[in-house]
């Protein structure tokens, strides 16, 4: 019996790399012009991290981290995002001693326990930005005029920009103290997990994805309407930032994020079309006390993620070939240790080359070379080596010419040069 993979993860194969990799070289160049450096932070990370940072009871703490204990029983995870290795990293490695203002992106694998279903993956994949050591609202609108630019850069049309403020640790109290005397007065109609919530933590209330709880909970008291005079200022400007730089954005009064560090703005990006339901393809906010709360200074911060899988089911199909061949080496008779060498001769000059590897007929290597794309053949034989010559078949033009052996890396490297 063969193995198969686990639940809810995926293979990239050949073709879709490709479309990926495309993807991610023009994110990369989309964080380069923003004065973004690429940070790479481990994959497994102690379980604490998670717990002071998400928070315990948020659904990715509470039931979906892949956690085990290491030989020494020590509780490590899988990480479920980037933000919080990210804030450990640059408080581990002192980053804010260097510059009081650090621009960081990742692109990498994520892990949660969910439900798979599609766009939904239990291993899937970020690519996220985080700034850290600016509190200006001016900032968050920069944040968020990038993510609509690189999501637009990519080839996706039709997303929506959500947006709303969610307080802070002045203003925050009070609403939360407004919301749990609402959610007692439903008590009743929620689910059991709500119940819980809504004693330690009843914000998380507010994304339950059970349907009974969202019916109840749109009679809830809003958070943007218990803003304090600074938090009010600050989504004023942010708003006034984006209009001004022409980011079309929507209000979206009920908007939490399922993440406890956030403060302040908050944000969805949305798929209007193509995804089903769900269409978040990125999200993000600010989180001022983050740094502070895992134990380093008290520096602001503010980034967001894309959803791989989701940008990349929104993307046009486009080429996906995987690499082809510019040249394909054919070895007719004893020719063999002259085609390798070719062969590697073009490959250290950065010419795709192929060969074939068994002792096969002109024919099928000419057919092989059909299949793999390749546009040029070089075909060695034995009468023409020991005159000194290759043959150069231009597949798409049906000719061919001979070329002095001598000069055939000059040519061949030319004609890739000039493709
Ligand atoms: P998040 O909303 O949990 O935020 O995830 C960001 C994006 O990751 C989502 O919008 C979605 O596109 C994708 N995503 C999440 N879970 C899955 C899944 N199971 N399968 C496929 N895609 C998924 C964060 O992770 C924050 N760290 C974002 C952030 C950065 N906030 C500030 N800085």
Not at 1 to 23: C, F, H, I, N, Y
Not at 24 to 48: D, H, Q, T, W
Not at 313 to 325: D, V
Not at 342 to 351: A, D, I, P, Q, Y
Request: hydrophobic share 45%; aromatic share 8%; charged share 25%.
């Amino acid at each position: 019996m063969s193995v198969a993979s686990v639940k809810g993860v995926r293979d990239l194969l050949p073709g879709e790399a490709e479309r990926w990799q495309a993807a991610e070289l023009v994110a990369r160049a989309v964080f380069r012009a923003y004065g973004f450096a690429e940070i790479r932070i481990p994959i497994i990370e102690s379980n604490e991290l998670f717990v002071r940072s998400v928070g315990e009871a948020t659904d990715i703490v509470e039931k979906e981290m892949f956690t085990f204990p290491d030989r020494h029983g020590e509780l490590l995870c899988l990480r479920p995002e980037g933000t919080a290795p990210v804030v450990r990293a640059f408080i581990e490695n002192k980053l804010y001693a260097t510059d009081p203002v650090a621009k960081l992106f990742y692109i990498g694998p994520m892990f949660r326990y969910e439900r798979p279903q599609r766009g939904r993956y239990r291993q899937f994949h970020q690519i996220g930005a985080e700034v850290l050591g600016v509190a200006e609202p001016l900032l968050d609108a920069e944040v968020l005029e990038m993510v609509v630019h690189l999501v637009g850069r990519l080839g996706v049309t039709g997303v929506e920009l959500q947006l709303n403020s969610l307080g802070d640790a002045r203003c925050r109290p009070a609403f939360l103290t407004a919301l749990q005397g609402f959610l007692r007065s439903v008590r009743a109609e929620l689910c059991g997990d709500c119940h819980r919530r809504l004693e330690v933590n009843p914000l998380r209330v507010l994304d339950c994805k059970n349907e009974g709880c969202q019916a109840v909970l749109a009679r809830a008291p809003l958070v943007s309407e218990a803003l304090c005079a600074e938090c009010r200022a600050h989504y004023e400007a942010v708003k006034a930032s984006l209009r001004q730089q022409g980011v079309a954005f929507v209000e979206h009064p009920r908007l939490v994020r399922g993440l406890d560090y956030y403060v302040r703005t908050a944000f969805e990006l949305v798929a209007t079309t193509g995804l089903g339901a769900k269409n978040e393809v990125a999200a993000g906010g600010r989180y001022d006390g983050l740094v502070r709360d895992l134990g380093g200074p008290d520096v602001p911060g503010m980034g967001f993620a894309i959803g791989m899988e989701r940008l990349m089911a929104l993307l046009p199909e486009g080429s996906s070939e995987p690499a082809q061949p510019f040249l394909f080496v054919a070895s007719v008779g004893q020719t063999g240790e002259a085609a390798w060498r070719l062969m590697t001769e073009l490959r250290h000059e950065g010419v795709p080359a192929e060969a074939g590897y068994e002792g096969k007929s002109l024919k099928s290597q000419l057919r092989r070379a059909h299949k793999l794309g390749a546009l040029y053949v070089a075909i060695l034989g034995e009468d023409e080596l020991n005159a000194g010559q290759i043959t150069l078949r231009d597949m798409k033009a049906q000719r061919q010419d001979a070329v002095p052996l001598a000069r055939a890396r000059q040519e061949i490297v030319a004609r890739w040069a000039s493709r």
